[in-house]
């Protein structure tokens, strides 16, 4: 037993070691009620968090002011800690995948994405919102938002035992492309988009991952070589079952890296509209991310009570 938990992450069980660990996966996954009660309780440490948030954030603050807001609040709740680095971005940085806060100040009118959790134990939540910075938000920000809200509804809508994870994320990536189609970003049908995987310039990562006993929760020995479906490598390929505990996580990002790739201009040369791509460049991105414990004819939010401050 000793020797198979200290295997790492790469190295390969083989024989009985790796039915042990797959079983031991397997178990671990399905969440009872005790865990849930620990995580629904972590929900509600985080609101405060997500909360004092919307107290402290104005023009002039930085993601640092916010984090520290943030962290110091959930400690004070009772947290132990937060289960991955708080991830702040304002502005064009909320198109960083994994912003760290830095002294950059909010301005005006633009996106604040906050992804933030918090931890007892081993036991955690991971959560994302995006918050107006101040007063009413462009046409822009309002569309963008608003396509990412009815990817996030409609994969959560899905979400309950018996579906295939892979299919949550390929409806995530058709949602996302077929807004941005219709928002004039891409060009030409939507199933071509899709053969083309275009939209994973847009939204490269995977709709979400298994979550609660550690951020990212284990999927791993049956998933040795995860299958790369538009462009994002699902660690989580599997069916849901009963009581799992998953992240549902869709986002839509301007990402200057990769809109200003030479590789990028010219695999998807006509699949962009390139000239209204430079009208939102600045604009960042948007990630709603909510855990939901799998039912067998639906679902439950378990962290629907952060609040979503974006109006629709
Ligand atoms: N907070 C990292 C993630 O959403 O996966
Ligand atoms: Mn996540
Ligand atoms: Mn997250």
Redesign the pocket.
Known sequence: FTAVYKLGQGEVLEGKAFDLRTAMDQTRRVKDQAEVNLIKQLAQIATHGYNKIHEVLRPGITEIDLQLAYEGEIRRQGAHGVP?ET?IGGGPNSAIL?AIPTDRVVQEGEFVLV?A?AEVYDYCV?I?RVFAASGKLSSQHTALYQLVRRAHTECIAMSKAGVFWRDVHMHAARVISEGLLQLGILKGSLDTLMEKEVGSVFFPHGVG?LVGLR??DTGHAENREPKTYFGARLRVDIELEENHLI?V?PGCYFISSLLESAEVQARFKDDINWSEVEKWKGIGGVRI?DNILIGRDGNENLTIDVPKHIEL
Do not use: F
């Open positions: 991955y991830i994994h992804d959790g991971d994302t991952h951020v990212r992240t996580e991310e």
